[in-house]
Structures are given as structure tokens and as C-alpha cells.
């Protein structure tokens, strides 16, 4: 069922890429990877603070991920803030990058770029950028060492794939998330 709703989810996102254009599309990728960036550089003084707010699910005697070593178990508390931290930083960011682009569409553009090639390429970068959200928002769910969640995770083949084989993202993710913050 989740796999449906992802599917689903990364077609609306091409479409909506796609009707977009290249222009607009270019400036809310270029967008995505600045926001990528200030998050990778805030993320960990924010991680602090939300640990305070935001409870976490400890691992107990017996607990496991499927997404995890078992000796990464009692610290994934750290990699679940620095995610969330990471998410919230890139989603502000991102936001208000968003926003600016409302205005984007207002200069105008070459009509040789309004083309189905075009178009196309902009809707698979909108897909793709969907996609990095999906998986950050599943990495950080992966983290939790609850039985449910993780079985629930562990079902569906495409959502194994987006958080462990993703091209790029997946590794980029597991750097700043795990290996920056837990060694």
C-alpha cells in the first residue's frame, strides 16, 4: 500500500515538474541543493535543541532495525535528530526558496525551453527531488527501533530500495546522518 502511495506520489511530482518547465523547475532544483547545503551546516546545533522537545522511541533488550547494525542500536537516537534536525532545516529553507519562485515565472524565457524534451527532463528533476523527501522522511522513521514501524518499513521492496540503494542521496544521507554524527 505504501509503495502504491509512493508511486503515486513521484507520478503527481513529474507531472507537476513537467507542466512546469525547465526555467521554473531549474530554479527550484538549484533551490533544493542550496537548501541541501545550509541544512548539512546547521543541521547538528539544531539536532541539539530539538532533542529536548522531540521525544525518541530508546531501543530496548531485544530491539532491532532492519536498516541498521545491531551495534549502531543504543545511538540511533542521535541519527534519528540529526535527521529530523536535517529535514526541518532543508523543508525552511526550501520553503522560502519556494516562495521567491512564485516570481520566477513572472521573468520571461526563450520559448525554444518550452519544449516536451524539456519538459520532460524538468519533470523527472521534480520526481527526483520528491524522491530525496520521501527518503529522508523514511531514513528517519528507519531509525526508530519499534517492531511496527520497522516491519512496516521492511515489507515493501521500494521502500528498502529508496532508503538503502538510492542513488547518490542514500549515501550522502548515511554520511551526514550516521557517519557524522555516531562515527
Same mark, same amino acid.
Given at each position: 500500500m505504501f509503495s502504491v502511495i509512493i508511486l503515486l506520489v513521484l507520478a503527481w511530482s513529474f507531472y507537476i515538474g513537467y507542466s512546469r518547465g525547465i526555467v521554473l523547475q531549474g530554479f527550484y532544483t538549484a533551490s533544493a541543493l542550496v537548501a541541501m547545503l545550509i541544512a548539512?551546516?546547521?543541521?547538528?546545533?539544531?539536532?541539539?535543541?530539538? !532533542?529536548?522537545?522531540?521525544?525518541? =522511541? !530508546?531501543?530496548?533488550?531485544? !530491539? @532491532?532495525?532492519?536498516f541498521f547494525p545491531n551495534s549502531q542500536l543504543f545511538h540511533l537516537d542521535k541519527v534519528f535528530y540529526a535527521g529530523l534536525a536535517y529535514l526541518f532545516v532543508f523543508t525552511i529553507v526550501y520553503v522560502f526558496a519556494r516562495f521567491i519562485g512564485i516570481f520566477v515565472n513572472l521573468v520571461p524565457y526563450p520559448n525554444?525551453?518550452?519544449?516536451?524534451?524539456?519538459?520532460?527532463? @524538468?519533470?523527472?528533476? =521534480?520526481?527526483?527531488?520528491?524522491?530525496?523527501?520521501?527518503e529522508m522522511c523514511l531514513t528517519i522513521l528507519a531509525t526508530m527501533p519499534l517492531a511496527e514501524v520497522q516491519e512496516r518499513l521492511n515489507s515493501s521492496a521500494l521502500i528498502r530500495f529508496i532508503i538503502n540503494y538510492t542513488p547518490i542521496t542514500s549515501s550522502v544521507l548515511k554520511h551526514f546522518w550516521v557517519t557524522n554524527v555516531i562515527g
Open positions: 548539512s551546516y546547521f543541521y547538528k546545533g539544531v539536532a541539539k535543541a530539538i !532533542s529536548l522537545w522531540i521525544p525518541y =522511541a !530508546s531501543a530496548t533488550q531485544g !530491539s @532491532s532495525t532492519y525554444k525551453l518550452d519544449t516536451p524534451r524539456y519538459n520532460v527532463i @524538468s519533470g523527472a528533476i =521534480a520526481a527526483f527531488i520528491t524522491l530525496f523527501g520521501i
